[in-house]
C-alpha cells in the first residue's frame, strides 16, 4: 500500500465511489473527483483503488480497520457492446423515445431498473446518436459564369459578396467556440490548482494557530513560575531582614 496515503484519505476516496455507485454514475467519475479535490492524478486515484481493493479482500485487519464494506465496491465484469448489440440498443431506445419516452426513462426501463446498467444504455445511446448527426459540410461559393463580356452583373456581384460574408461569419464563429472552450478549459485548472493552494494555506494555518496556542500557554506557566520565585525571593529578603534586626 502507497505509504503516501493515510487512512483518511482513503475512507474518503471510499466513500466518493460509494455516493457516486449509488447515485448511478461511473465509477472513473469518482476517480477523477476525488483527484480535482486532492491535488492528485486520476489514474493514480484509480490505481490505488483497483490495488488496495485488492489487498482488503485478504487482509481483514486493514478491511477492519478502514471500517470498509467490500459489497459496496464490487467490481463488475460489464462486456463490451458489439456491432449488432449497439443497433439493436439504439433501436429500441429510439422507438421508445419516438413515442414520448425521455432517453433516460427508456435506458431506465431496458435496464430494468438496474441504475449502472441505464448510464452504460444511455451514454453508448447518445454515442451513437451523436455519430448518426449529418456532418457540416464546409461552405462553398459557386463562383459565378462570366457573361460574353467578361463582366458580372451587380446582382452576381452582390451574391459572392453575401457569400463571402457568411464564410468570414462561420469562421468569426468557430472561432470563439475554440477560443471559449480553451478559456474554460483553463480557468477550470486554475481553480482546481486554486483550491489545493488555499487547501494547503489553510492547513498551515491551523498548524500555526496550534503552534501560537502552545506557544502562549507555556509562555503563561512561565510566567506563573516567575511570580513564585518573586514571591518566595521577597520573603526570603525580609526573612534575612528580621534575623539581622
Not at 425521455?102 to 435506458?107: I, T
Request: aromatic share 6%; with cysteine.
Amino acid at each position: 500500500m502507497n505509504q503516501k496515503w493515510n487512512n483518511n484519505e482513503i475512507k474518503k476516496l471510499f466513500t466518493t465511489v460509494e455516493k457516486n455507485k449509488q447515485s448511478g454514475k461511473p465509477v472513473q467519475i469518482a476517480f477523477k473527483t476525488y483527484a480535482g479535490v486532492s491535488g492528485r492524478k486520476p489514474n493514480s486515484v484509480r490505481n490505488f483503488y483497483y490495488n488496495l481493493l485488492n489487498e482488503l479482500k485478504n487482509n481483514n485487519v486493514l478491511l477492519n480497520k478502514l471500517n470498509i464494506d467490500l459489497k459496496l465496491h464490487q467490481v463488475n465484469n460489464i462486456k463490451p457492446f458489439t456491432n449488432e448489440n449497439s443497433k439493436e440498443l439504439y433501436d429500441k431506445i429510439k422507438k421508445l423515445c419516438d413515442g414520448g419516452m425521455s432517453v433516460r426513462k427508456a435506458c431506465l426501463n431496458l435496464a430494468k431498473g438496474n441504475l449502472q446498467d441505464m448510464v452504460r444504455f444511455q451514454n453508448k445511446y447518445r454515442l451513437l446518436a451523436n455519430d448518426k448527426k449529418p456532418t457540416i459540410s464546409p461552405t462553398v461559393i459557386k463562383f459565378p459564369t462570366l457573361n460574353q463580356h467578361n463582366k458580372l452583373s451587380d446582382d452576381e456581384i452582390k451574391s459572392l459578396f453575401l457569400g463571402l460574408v457568411k464564410i468570414v461569419k462561420q469562421s468569426a464563429i468557430s472561432q470563439v467556440s475554440d477560443s471559449l472552450k480553451s478559456e474554460a478549459e483553463f480557468t477550470s485548472d486554475t481553480l482546481r490548482k486554486t483550491l489545493i493552494e488555499i487547501t494547503e494555506k489553510n492547513r498551515k494555518i491551523a498548524d500555526l494557530q496550534k503552534q501560537n496556542k502552545t506557544l502562549f500557554s507555556k509562555n503563561l506557566e512561565l510566567e506563573q513560575k516567575l511570580v513564585q520565585l518573586r514571591t518566595m525571593f521577597l520573603k526570603k529578603d525580609k526573612q534575612n531582614q528580621i534575623n539581622v534586626d
